[in-house]
């Protein structure tokens, strides 16, 4: 099992520029979500799903669009790049709703926008 | 508003050595605590989840405590190895709808030889 694995590890944009960071689980798991993690502050939650076809809005949606056809994929799309989105991001996923059980993070996207 | 708040920002101790980190929140309603540990350009991976009626819980070397009355925890590491070098973050979930998660800032530990 490959877990939750995450593309790109690294991208570099300039202001104005969309990307789409991908997001990709194996472990069937419902719940779905993105964080991003800035310098001394904690994660905090951009979009989350719990199932295909339904997502949500978390606590810094602004800038960010997500979809979730299938179970496995949980693309986020940055629509116009902006210098405030340089962070490094994490998908994570959990069996059901993210309260009550584990949750599994990939490895991170690191994105710089100029 | 909820939050997390952990001491100290940052710790650095000798190999073998036992370190206490502390976590504060003033998340309610209270569902659970987490402690993970994230490695330096790595994801978070869980340590310990205590609900209101766990105030012990081990992993290994890591143990947690849980205060639900004084809304503390801490994590303690036992004879700390240089692989205990990460950052260690606490986490609590609300018990309301969508059950979000709110992070602590976490305490960045560096274990010398």
């Known amino acids: 099992n490959a877990g939750v694995t995450q593309t790109p590890k690294f991208q570099v944009l300039k202001t104005g520029q969309s990307m789409t960071l991908q997001c990709a689980q194996d472990m069937n798991h419902e719940y779905m979500s993105w964080y991003r993690q800035d310098p001394g502050m904690g994660l905090r939650l951009i979009h989350y799903?719990?199932?295909?076809?339904?997502?949500d809005q978390g606590e810094v949606p602004n800038g960010y669009n997500v979809s979730r056809s299938t179970t496995e994929d949980f693309p986020l799309r940055l629509l116009s790049a902006a210098p405030s989105q340089t962070s490094v991001y994490f998908c994570a996923t959990s069996p059901d709703t993210g309260g009550h059980y584990e949750q599994y993070f990939g490895p991170g996207t690191r994105l710089t926008v100029t | 508003k909820n939050q997390v708040e952990q001491s100290p920002q940052s710790l650095i101790i000798l190999e073998g050595k036992n370190c206490t980190l502390q976590c504060n929140y003033t998340v309610s309603p209270f569902s659970n605590l987490r402690w993970y540990k994230q490695d330096t350009g790595r994801g978070p991976v869980s340590l310990t989840i205590m609900t209101f009626s766990e105030n012990t819980k081990s992993n290994g070397r890591y143990t947690a405590t849980l205060d639900a009355d004084t809304k503390q925890s801490s994590l303690h590491i036992t004879a700390s190895q240089l692989s205990d070098s990460a950052s260690y973050i606490c986490?609590?979930?609300?018990?309301?709808?969508?059950?979000?998660?709110?992070f602590g800032g976490g305490t960045r530990l560096m274990v010398k030889p």
């Open positions: 986490v609590v979930s609300a018990r309301n709808a969508g059950n979000m998660l709110t």
């Open positions: 799903s719990v199932g295909a076809g339904i997502t």
